[in-house]
């Protein structure tokens, strides 16, 4: 299996995998606008603004999942020290990073007409912040701070903190008065979301995946040759 990971293998598979998701993206980006903008209907309250939904709930999904992502990997580098991890989460950084943005900026487009405000610093809205301090944080650390182990273990301990986040902001509007509705998707329970808005929704998520996906690919490869190319310096 750890084989399957050296840098030399997954090179290859990289490759592969960047014009699989090149060749099916546009085309499942296309199909998840069409539902999003045209196909799904307008809210019985909001009108045509609840379509800011379709990236910023996606976003805020994406935020959250590469974060737990990211600190899980994190404490498991700090354990067993591998390599290869610690380029995942350099990887994956970045990206969370934007999509926590995105999923700030959004909500607050979303907040004018809904609640008559740009900005209301709620439980919810203000973890969201935090969060994207956090990961600031670790981009920062493994940016400037040369010595590998050091900012191996400042990382992953920036990373523990901030996983105690992630819950906070996911039941935020559940333990305190917010602003910020409560979810309309539940795993376990009864969504309260119609299958006219669930569809565009999980389609735009599949697509922002994939989105992901590519940036991913694409960042760990650039990782990987620079890797190398310090390698090279050293003989």
């Known amino acids: ?32 606008l069409s539902f999003a903008l045209i196909f799904s209907p307008p809210d019985y309250l909001q ?18 999942s590469s974060f737990s992502c990211i600190a899980l990997l994190s404490i498991f580098n700090f354990i067993f020290k591998i390599k290869n991890l610690k380029i995942v989460i350099k990887s994956i950084a970045p990206i969370g990073l934007m999509f926590t943005c995105i999923a700030i900026v959004t909500g607050s487009i979303w907040g004018q007409p809904t609640w008559g405000t740009f900005w209301a610093w709620d439980a ?31 990382s992953s301990f920036i990373a523990a903190v901030g996983l105690i986040n992630i819950p906070i902001i996911k039941y935020s509007v559940d ?19 119609h299958s006219s808005m669930l569809v565009p929704l999980l389609l735009m998520f599949l697509v922002l995946i994939l989105y992901c996906a590519l940036i991913f690919l694409m960042k760990y490869k650039t990782e990987i040759i620079r890797i190398k190319k310090k390698n090279l310096k050293r003989l």
């Open 1 to 32: 299996m750890f084989n399957f990971f050296n840098n030399s293998n997954i090179f290859i598979w990289i490759e592969k995998f960047i014009n699989f998701l090149n060749s099916i993206f546009f085309v499942l980006l296309l199909v998840a």
């Open 175 to 193: 333990w305190w008065n917010t602003l910020h509705q409560p979810a309309s998707i539940k795993i376990s329970g009864t969504s309260t979301i």
């Open 124 to 154: 919810r809205i203000t973890s969201m912040v935090i969060l994207a301090l956090f990961y600031f944080l670790l981009i920062s650390v493994n940016k400037l701070i040369i010595d590998e182990d050091r900012a191996n273990k400042i």
């Open 47 to 64: 009108g045509d603004s609840v379509r800011i939904m379709y990236v910023h709930v996606p976003a805020a999904w994406i935020s959250l």
